[in-house]
């Protein structure tokens, strides 16, 4: 097992909901990256799961900026902490929308030009601040307030665009696996430019399930293979322990969907859909894991 | 050192003199010469400065923020579309309280396309929290970026400031230049609310309206503080470097019965004009205003006013006549002029005065009959 700090970054002043899955995953990630850590925040969940003035909840500077600019901000934040001559980690901790959407060009930007930094997008599928619309990390079938009758597109592959930017580090992790997730962003912040860390956030209100169950889902979108934890250094690829055994033996993803509001209803051309998805990921990361691609 | 430039390389030479930590940069017309400069001298290593090569204007704003907000200078150059796609950073780095300099070649917006000077892109900036200054020559546009670092940067002010100069008209005018060796004139920046990891500090935090509408008139506080900072850093840049501007260049102005206000280039052209009436016997003169944000207060009772706007905004008027007659009680002539890069002549400025007709708006070579 690996030792994870005792030392907290979140104070228990947040405004998160119950069961929150960002919380969560920030809490590790300030316990992998330590008190010289700046965050860098766009419009998302954490602009208000951290306080409100004059109060914040998080122990570390965090910098609130506009929905399409985090990675941007983080870019000339990082270069100006070069320039002083600190070693500062600049970590971005960004939703999916001011990822996939609003956010795509400043990060594709940012890792274009190798900015030293850490980009962290937790991922819980759609708008969840202003109360679950569709994204471009919406699944297929999942029901929104925008999309009502369920998604009709498939979730746009944002590891592989972060990948096309061949950043020293890539990797996917998961709420419900903490000391993976700790591991990954520890070994993220050893490597100079830039690096991407794609964290799934099981959401209770918006995924629609009961908040005790956070880490539970986390678990069924890891076995069902619906989400698969790798990683990627310079490019080599190795997919990681719970992953592998679900590529081995997968719970049916039937099993993920049931247990959550927003796939009720959904037909069976989706779930079929859903599945191809996921089988194909994993083929692909298994001969990328094998070299073979 | 005398030598011969452009308006943009002599932002850029001003810029270097300054040595900002960071850089961001955009490519835009007539702006781009500042940012290739600027990246000549980052890489011949006369200019020790981080360049971020940003891949928009909207990223160009946020990594100056990004940057300033660690206590860094910063600096960016941009011009009209530029501007407007980097709006809402414009507004943020004034709300951050961040001392960023930039400078804005002045140039219509589309559509369509159109390179050429008018200042409809500055005012569309303009209640954002930046100062913004409008120069007319080459010298002037490299004194006043001095300038703008210091006034940005004083504890008194902590707003960001934008240098405006006109597309080609001075952006591509070759003009002598003295450049300076600044010395101590812009002291090291020192940022109040610089991240601090061993001080750790939410910034823009979610903001109640109380707190909200706290900070709004401590903006407001440092612009009115601004006039002060401005007058300090003109007297001070006279004393040492023997040149001064002013809030607004009066020429000839003080027993003028007419008097031509413009922003600009076009500024400069009518004190031609002036000199042209003053030897028809017409009593003119003319004031250029270089600050407009914030609003310089001059009393123009008992004399007769034509103001040019190389601006407008759609159905209300000239910006600056609007803005002189919201302030004090004065029949102006309202004349717009020079939109898009339309040519406005010396001759055209004198035949404004000759012609006026006060309580009335122009737009000149378009609406002559009304």
Redo the contacts between chains.
Sequence with gaps: MTEIPKEEFILKCTSACAGCPSTLILRYVLKAAG????L?VPACCT??I???????A?????????F??A??????????????GKK?NVIVYAGDGGTVDIGI??L??AF??ETDFLYICYDNEAYGNTGMQRSGSTPIGARTTTTPGGKVHAKKDLDAIVAAHNPSYLATACAAYPQDLFKKVQKALTLRGSKFIHVLAPCPPGWRFSSEMTVEMGKLAVRSGLWILYESEFGKVTINGPSKAAMIKPVPIEDYLSVQGRFKGIDRKAIDALKSQAEQRAKHLQKEAEGIC | MLTIATGNKAVAAAVKEVRP??I?AYPITPQTEIVEQIAEYVTSGELD??Y?????E???M???????????R?FTATSSHGLLYMH??VN?AAGARLPIVMANVNRAIGPGWNVWAEHTDAFQERDTGWLQVYVSTVQEAYDTTLMAFRIAEHEDVILPVMVNLDGFLLSHSMQSLDTLNAGDFVPPLHLPHA???LN?????????PD?HFRFRWEIEKSMRRSRKVIAETERDFAERFGRSYGVAEEYRYEDADVVVIAMGTLGKEAEVAVDLLRNEGVNAGSLRIRWLRPFPDFDLSGREVVVIDRDYSFGFGGVIAQSLMARQRVDLYSVIAGLGGQEVTYDDIAGFVRDRRPGTELWFGVNGDV
């Design positions: 008190s010289d850590t700046v860098v602009s208000v951290q306080g409100i003035y004059p109060n914040t998080v122990n570390v500077p965090l910098y609130n900026v506009a399409a600019a990675a941007a901000c983080a870019s000339g934040m990082s270069e100006a902490f070069q320039k002083a500062t060009q400043a594709s930007g274009e030009r | 930590d960071v961001a400065s981080r971020i090569p940003v891949e928009s909207h990223s160009a946020a990594a100056c923020i990004g940057a300033s907000i660690t206590g860094a910063t809402e950073m943020w991240i601090d990891v750790p500090a939410g910034y823009g935090t979610l903001t109640g707190e």
